[in-house]
C-alpha cells in the first residue's frame, strides 16, 4: 500500500548577516568584474615581476592585428574575433580591445571612470568580507557550518557526495552543507576574495610605500596584477557553477532562502 508522503517542511539556513553579504555581495563582485575589464582593456597584457611594459614579454595578451583579435598565453595564440580583441556592435561598428563595451563599466572607454567604480566598490567588498568573517565567528557559522571535519574529508564521504552531483540529489534530509559546497565556500571566502584585496592593495603606489611588504609577499606589482586576473577568473568559474547548481536544485527554493533564511526540505518518499 502506498501512504501519502509527509509534507515538506522548513528549515533556518542563512543568518541576516550572510544574507546581506551575499546580495552586497552580487551587486559589489558584478561591479568590480566590469569595471576591472575597462582597468585592463588600458593595457591588456599580463607580466610576472615587478615591472612590465608593451617592451617586455607577456605572459598573456588579449588584442587584434586590425582585422581580427588574438588571445596569447605563453608561445599558444587563438583567434578571438567577434568575442575579445575584435568585435562588432549592433550598428555594425568596429571595436578593437580586450573586452567588448557590453562586458564593461563603462561601456565606452574611460579608464578614470573605470577605476572610480572599481576603487568604490573595492572598500564595499573589503569591508563587507570584513564584517562577515568577524560576525561569522560570533554566531558560530564558520564552526557550525562550514567547519571541515575528519568524516567530511574520508574518501568515501567525498566520493559519494561527487556521485550525489552527477546525479542531482542535492539533499540528505536536512539543510546542511555537503563537502563539496564547504570545500568551495572555504576556498572562496578564506583563500580568494582575501588575495583579491591583498593583491588590489598590492597595485597601489602609496600602499606600496606604508606596506612594502606586499611587493615582497607576491613578488612585485605586476606578479599581483597577474594573480588579481587570476583570481578574479576563478571567481567568474565559481560564479557560473554556483549560478547553474541553484538551478539544478530548484532556483526558487534556492534564491527564497537567501532572501528570506528559510529553505524548504524535499518531501520524504514514504512506501
Do not use: C
Not at 517542511?9 to 563582485?29: D, E, G, K, M
Not at 575528519?150 to 559519494?160: F, K, N, S, V
Amino acid at each position: 500500500m502506498v501512504i501519502d508522503a509527509p509534507p515538506a517542511r522548513s528549515v533556518f539556513r542563512h543568518r541576516l548577516s550572510t544574507r546581506l553579504w551575499h546580495w552586497v555581495n552580487v551587486v559589489a563582485l558584478v561591479t568590480l568584474l566590469m569595471s576591472g575589464l575597462m582597468i585592463f582593456n588600458a593595457h591588456p597584457r599580463l607580466y610576472w615581476g615587478q615591472y612590465g611594459a608593451n617592451a617586455d614579454s607577456a605572459w598573456l595578451e588579449i588584442g587584434s592585428t586590425g582585422t581580427e583579435g588574438y588571445l596569447k598565453i605563453g608561445d599558444r595564440r587563438w583567434d578571438t574575433s567577434g568575442v575579445l580583441g575584435y568585435w562588432k556592435d549592433g550598428q555594425g561598428n568596429v571595436g578593437r580591445g580586450a573586452f567588448p563595451g557590453w562586458a564593461t563599466i563603462p561601456s565606452t572607454y574611460n579608464l578614470a571612470m573605470a577605476r572610480r567604480w572599481h576603487l568604490t566598490f573595492a572598500w564595499v567588498f573589503a569591508f563587507g568580507l570584513l564584517f562577515f568573517m568577524i560576525r561569522s565567528l560570533w554566531n558560530g557559522h564558520i564552526r557550525k557550518d562550514l567547519a571541515i571535519g575528519r568524516t567530511d574529508i574520508r574518501p568515501a564521504a567525498i566520493g559519494r557526495d561527487i556521485m550525489d552531483h552527477l546525479k542531482l540529489r542535492f539533499h540528505h534530509g536536512d539543510a546542511r552543507f555537503n563537502i563539496l559546497q564547504k570545500f568551495s565556500y572555504v576556498g572562496v571566502i578564506f583563500i580568494l576574495l582575501p588575495l583579491m584585496i591583498l593583491t588590489g592593495l598590492t597595485m597601489s603606489p602609496g600602499l606600496n610605500a606604508a606596506w612594502p611588504w606586499l611587493l615582497d609577499l607576491f613578488g612585485g606589482r605586476q606578479s599581483a596584477r597577474s594573480i588579481h586576473f587570476i583570481v578574479a577568473g576563478l571567481l567568474v568559474g565559481f560564479i557560473i557553477v554556483h549560478l547553474a547548481l541553484v538551478l539544478l536544485s530548484g532556483p526558487v527554493n534556492g534564491i527564497r532562502s537567501m532572501i528570506t533564511g528559510w529553505f524548504r526540505l524535499p518531501a520524504e518518499k514514504a512506501q
